[in-house]
C-alpha cells in the first residue's frame, strides 16, 4: 500500500513571495504519476501539476514548479510569484502506473493563506 | 461545456437512514470515481466505475455500493448511516480506465449525519 504525507498543515505567504510546500511517500512501485491538486473554498478539486516518476525532469506550470526527489521519495511544490487565489488547501497525491484503475492517494492537505 | 455535476450539494441524514448521492460525468467520460472527504483530512478512494463494471474499491464496508448508469452517470448509496459517514463525497470522472491522473473533480455532496 502507498502512503502520502504532508507534514504541514498550514502555511501562510505574501503575495508575490515564493512558498514551498513539502510532501513524502512512501511506495514499493517503480513507475508512477505524484500530483499536485488544489482545493478552494468551492471545494472542487483542480489539478495544478503532474510529475511522471520515470522523468528525471521536474514538471513545470507557469508559477507551479516541482522538485521531485525519486531516491528520496519527495515530491515539494513551489509555488512562484504567489497570488491571492492560489489561497487553497493543497493536496500531494499518488498514482500506481499499471495495475488497474485511476486510484489516487491523497495526503492530508497544507492549507495555505496568501496575505497582502 | 458542463463539468462534473454532483446532486445534492447538501443533504442531513440521521443515524441509520439511507442515503443516494449522483454524479453526471463530463460528456464523453466513461469512468467515474468516487471519494470520501471526513473534515480536515485528504480524500480517500470508495469506488471506480468504467463502462458500467467495478473496476476499483478501496477500504469501505459493505453498507457503502455504487452502480452506473448507461449513460455513465452514477450513483453512490451508503446504508444503516453511522455519524462517521459526515463528510463531503466528491466525484471524478476521466476519458477512460488508466487516464494517468487527469480526474475531474465535482464540487461534492456534503453529507451530514446527525
Known amino acids: 500500500a502507498q502512503t502520502v504525507t504532508q507534514s504541514q498543515p498550514e502555511m501562510s505567504v505574501q503575495e508575490a513571495e515564493t512558498v514551498t510546500l513539502s510532501c513524502t511517500y512512501d511506495t514499493s512501485e517503480s513507475n508512477y504519476y505524484l500530483f499536485w491538486y488544489k482545493q478552494p473554498p468551492s471545494r472542487q478539486m483542480i489539478l495544478v501539476i503532474r510529475?511522471?516518476?520515470?522523468?528525471?525532469q521536474n514538471a513545470t506550470e507557469n508559477r507551479f514548479s516541482v522538485n521531485f526527489q525519486k531516491a528520496a521519495k519527495s515530491f515539494s511544490l513551489k509555488i512562484s510569484d504567489s497570488q491571492l487565489g492560489d489561497t487553497a488547501m493543497y493536496f500531494c497525491a499518488f498514482m500506481k502506473y499499471a495495475g488497474g484503475g485511476n486510484k489516487l492517494t491523497f495526503g492530508t492537505g497544507t492549507q495555505l493563506k496568501v496575505e497582502l | 461545456d458542463a463539468g462534473v455535476t454532483q446532486s445534492p450539494t447538501h443533504l442531513i441524514k440521521t443515524r441509520g437512514q439511507q442515503v443516494t448521492l449522483r454524479c453526471s460525468p463530463i460528456?464523453?467520460?466513461?469512468?467515474v470515481s468516487w471519494y470520501q472527504q471526513v473534515l480536515g483530512q485528504g480524500p480517500q478512494f470508495i469506488f471506480q466505475?468504467?463502462?458500467?463494471?467495478?473496476?476499483g474499491r478501496g477500504n469501505f464496508p459493505d453498507r457503502f455500493s455504487a452502480r452506473q448508469f448507461p449513460n455513465y452517470s452514477s450513483e453512490l448509496n451508503v446504508n444503516a448511516l453511522l455519524l462517521g459517514d459526515s463528510a463531503l463525497y466528491l466525484c471524478?470522472?476521466?476519458?477512460?480506465?488508466?487516464?494517468?491522473?487527469?480526474?475531474?473533480f465535482g464540487e461534492g455532496s456534503r453529507l451530514t449525519v446527525l
Open positions: 466505475y468504467y463502462e458500467k463494471e467495478e473496476r
Open positions: 510529475q511522471e516518476a520515470y522523468k528525471q
Open positions: 460528456s464523453g467520460h466513461k469512468s
Open positions: 471524478a470522472s476521466s476519458l477512460g480506465l488508466l487516464d494517468t491522473g487527469e480526474l475531474f
